[in-house]
């Protein structure tokens, strides 16, 4: 028993010093673990100090030399056209040189405090700023915030590219100390004011003061030195004459900052933010009698793409531009806009001209009278699109997503917005509703009400992702998006989202460089956008086929049709919600070679009471410019591809079926569908038979010498028959043939010049859609009236004056004037003393009483004597003879 526990007992102590021993082994090989990453770590990051400084040595050793002319002038810079001319140097431009001793002190605290607050003590690289940027960096990407100081600025202006590249950032940190080596702060700063690209072709603190408010810098007011200020990190998007929001935005962060390191008090600080920064700018009618650059609106769109690249100060560089202007078609548009197309002085218009298969910008038409630095009402100034936008957010997502024909019947109906609290109806601009029709009459007749409930049985969702593909982002989701919503757009993104539809279904994003080749001729960049497939070929094709029909008597630009050119569009008008007036008037239309995109409005919004030289300003400019720049050109027409096909439908049929044979011909509709999609039914055929005329009568009229016809018919009933029955008469003389006499909706028709002796035959069909009756006929038999005329040597009996016969006692009082042996007594009525044999009633003319010559074809009967016109009274009864 002792021996068990005392084994037990020596177990246990063997496995507690186990126990212990491993613990210790655990410690200890955790430690040399530490130890060893810190070590690793150490040596990482000297490895890292050593290749660092070894790369920035070898980066540095390649860096340019300093050259004092470039510190102080740019290099010249060119942008090309399509053809390779030169249309604009930069460089050449005037510039007020101002020296450093005669900037003032405020305007050079408002740069210090915006750009470059340790200016004064750092020696080229400020690394309080560094080490900020580097954690941005870290968080958004490399070259997503710089921490450039106003040395490194001026190096990277005079000799380096915008190239956000290691290399770039270690060469212009070498030779920004090399110039703080070489050269005093003020002398630095004056290269700074002098050199930095402020707006447009304008360089300079100097220059911007004149053109922005035509002062000398000490005549400048605190608000407007602090606008300046905040100029040169975005010279374009602070631009006070084209995005004043932004420009008043910006100019109200230097003065917060001027007040942070105590430049300005608190009061100056807020007195000067109280004033609106367009307030004291320059006149535009005073800055334009000193700008004459040619072709001023395309280079402001070619300095904007550079600056949205980041690329604002290349310029600078002595680079080429490669651009896809096209100057004759700039030209074109420019002749346009100076045209007596509008109303008024004050009437504004703009247009954008693209390549329809590149999306390059061909042409722009910035506004009436566009000079550099003003408002750019093609790229800048956006509006809301109106109707415009119908094909882009609501038909054609429509066709993508839905697979519906041109043909899907839609209903104009009373229809309220969705979620509208209250109900709001969506209004047709005409108050009316057409009911059941067809996409392709609901697009080009542009219907409010089938496009927002297209819009809603797309999806909203899907709907607003399809204009995106288009280039136009829309903030929201709403119902009033399908007639244009509150999202606005420029003339460039409309363009750009229709020749999409043009380019079958693909998008490029408009532009105007092509590439950018750097002074060593060997640099390029590429600036040309990627094509996208952003829809089918079937979407593309279909809604270009609807968009011909905009330009045809029941579209709504006919007068924008060009003769024998292919071309599709659409307008847009935005009205005001309280007024009478629109707001904003728009055409976008292309062919396979061109869009265009135009605008006309008022920069103030005003009212367009007026079509003609207002609301139609568009459509002209339209017109006008493709007009001119498709003459002499073969343009292609439109193809149709193979995933489209044609179909022949019952007009109004819901869901779409084929017509049949016995669809009338009105309701018949050849539409567009996507290949596959054809539907199978056939309209039930409907049996409609038409019944011929009846009643048919004819009556002569020897007064007139005329035969009036009349009839009945019972017309078929039926929902498939619209319109009227219609009767053709025809006529034929003597059995000879049938000719048609004329057409007529009435029962009646009257006959004209008919003869005696001749026989008449009439016959009348009834026709309507198609349909054709067997013939109702009736003949009539005019009889012929002959009337003889006595010779001259007959004698009268001087004492029968009367043509009394005395001798024959079988016609004692038969009355013979001798002059109508027709009728044996014209109005000389004798007693009816006749022996009753009538056989020398008419005597032919004699006045032998013993002649008994028989009659001609008269007879008289107890002893009456016939009128002239008997034996017919001129009338039958249907088919029978007189």
């Known amino acids: 028993m002792s021996e068990n526990i005392n084994s037990r007992s020596a177990r246990r102590k063997q496995l507690e010093a186990e126990r212990a021993k491993k613990k210790t082994k655990k410690t200890g090989g955790g430690g040399n673990i530490f130890k060893k990453v810190l070590l690793s770590l150490v040596l990482i990051g000297l490895a890292v100090l050593i290749g660092g400084a070894g790369l920035f040595a070898f ?8 050259d004092e002319k470039l510190l102080k002038d740019p290099l010249s810079s060119e942008i090309l056209d399509m053809n390779q001319n030169v249309i604009y140097k930069s460089g050449i431009e005037k510039r007020e040189f101002v020296p450093y001793n005669e900037i003032p002190d405020s305007m050079q ?47 990277k202006n005079s000799f380096l590219s915008e190239e956000k590249t290691l290399k770039r950032k270690a060469q212009e940190a070498w030779l920004a100390f090399k110039l703080e080596r070489k050269y005093e702060k003020d002398e630095i700063f004056e290269m700074y004011f002098n050199k930095i690209l402020m707006s447009g072709n304008n360089y300079g603190f100097g220059t911007a003061a004149a053109h922005f408010y035509g002062k000398k810098l000490n005549e400048l007011e605190l608000h407007e030195i602090a606008m300046l200020a905040g100029l040169p ?24 900052l001027m007040y942070q390191h105590k430049k300005i008090t608190k009061a100056e600080m807020e007195a000067a933010k109280a ?8 006149a535009d009618d005073k800055r334009q009698a000193n700008d004459n650059m040619k072709y001023a609106a395309f280079v402001d769109i070619v300095l904007a793409e550079l600056e949205d690249a980041g690329m604002k100060d290349v310029l600078s560089d002595g680079v080429t531009i490669h651009t896809t202007l096209d100057p004759d078609a700039q030209q074109s548009v420019e002749n346009a806009l100076k045209s007596d197309i509008f109303a008024n002085d004050k009437m504004q218009g703009a247009m954008t001209v693209l390549d329809t298969k590149t999306g390059g910008i061909v042409a722009i038409g910035g506004g009436r009278n566009f000079s550099t630095g003003l408002l750019n009402f093609a790229s800048a100034e956006k509006r809301q699109p109106g109707s415009a936008i119908k094909p882009i957010i609501d038909y054609g997502p429509a066709i993508e997503y839905l697979n519906w024909s041109t043909g899907q019947t839609l209903h104009d109906e009373p229809y309220n917005y969705k979620d509208s609290k209250p109900a709001q109806p969506v209004r047709n601009v005409d108050r009316k509703y057409r009911g059941a029709i067809t996409m392709r009459e609901a697009l080009y007749n542009s219907r409010n009400v089938p496009a927002v409930k297209t819009y809603e049985e797309v999806g909203r969702k899907k709907a607003v992702g399809f204009a995106a593909n288009l280039g136009l982002d829309f903030k929201n989701e709403y119902p009033s998006n399908a007639l244009g919503g509150t999202d606005e757009f420029s003339t460039v993104e409309i363009a750009g989202a229709y020749s999409a539809f043009g380019n079958g279904g693909i998008y490029t994003k408009p532009h105007a460089i092509k590439k950018i080749v750097f002074r060593d001729g060997k640099t390029v960049r590429n600036m040309t956008p990627d094509p996208v497939t952003v829809m089918k070929d079937s979407t593309a094709y279909m809604i270009t086929d609807v968009l011909r029909d905009v330009f045809g008597d029941g579209g709504t630009a006919k007068r924008a049709a060009i003769y024998g050119l292919d071309v599709a569009g659409k307008t847009g008008t935005t ?38 030289g207002e609301r139609y300003v568009p459509q002209d400019l339209f017109k006008q410019v493709m007009t001119n720049i498709s003459s002499g050109k073969n343009t292609e027409r439109f193809k149709k591809p193979s995933s ?13 079926v084929l017509a049949s044979a016995s669809t009338p011909q009105w309701k018949k509709r050849t ?9 199978v039914e056939v309209a039930k055929e409907e049996v409609i038979e038409l019944d011929a005329p009846n009643g048919l009568t004819a009556q002569y009229d020897a007064a007139t010498s005329s035969v009036g016809l009349s009839w009945s018919h019972n017309a078929p009933v039926s929902e498939a028959i619209v319109g009227n029955v219609n009767f053709t008469v025809l006529v034929g003389v003597d059995g000879g043939d049938m000719q048609e006499m004329t057409t007529t909706t009435d029962t009646s028709v009257t006959f004209s010049g008919a003869e005696a002796g001749r026989t008449y035959t009439f016959s009348v069909v009834a026709k309507l859609e198609g349909l054709e009756s067997s013939p109702a006929t009736t003949t009539v038999q005019i009889e012929e009236f002959v009337e003889e005329i006595p010779e001259p040597d007959d004698e009268i009996d001087s004492e029968n004056p009367d043509g009394i016969d005395g001798n024959n006692g079988n016609n004692e009082n038969n009355w013979n004037n001798g002059n109508n042996g027709n009728n044996g007594n014209n109005g000389n009525s004798g007693n009816s ?23 001609d074809g008269s007879s008289v009967e107890d002893g009456t004597v016939p009128d002239p016109n008997a034996g017919t009274d001129g009338t039958s009864d249907d088919g029978a003879n007189p």
Not at 247 to 253: D, Q, S
Not at 592 to 606: C, E, P
Not at 644 to 656: F, M, N, Q, R, W
Not at 671 to 679: A, K, M
């Open 833 to 855: 003393g006749n022996s009753g044999n009538g056989g020398n009633g008419g005597n032919n003319g004699s006045t032998d009483p013993n002649s008994n010559n028989s009659n």
């Open 59 to 66: 980066y540095a050793s390649s860096a340019p030399a300093l």
């Open 109 to 155: 605290d408002a740069i210090l405090a915006t750009e470059d607050i340790r200016f004064y003590s750092h020696h080229g690289m400020d690394f309080w700023r560094l080490g900020g940027a580097v954690i941005a960096n870290f968080r958004s990407g490399f070259g997503s915030q710089g921490a450039s100081t106003l040395t490194q600025q001026v190096i």
């Open 275 to 282: 004033i609106p920064v367009t307030s004291t700018l320059l």
């Open 575 to 612: 009205n005001f919600a309280d007024k009478e007036g629109a707001k904003d008037s728009w055409f976008a239309g292309y062919t396979t070679d061109y869009t265009i995109a135009a605008w006309g409005g008022y920069q103030n919004r005003a009212a367009m009471q007026n079509f003609e």
């Open 644 to 656: 489209v096909e044609e179909a022949t439908i019952e007009y109004g049929s819901d869901p779409l």
């Open 671 to 679: 539409e567009l569908f996507v290949r596959g999609t054809v539907p």
């Open 233 to 256: 990190q975005s010279p374009n998007g602070y631009n006070p004459y084209k995005n004043p929001e932004r420009a008043e935005k910006r100019r109200n962060i230097v003065l917060g």
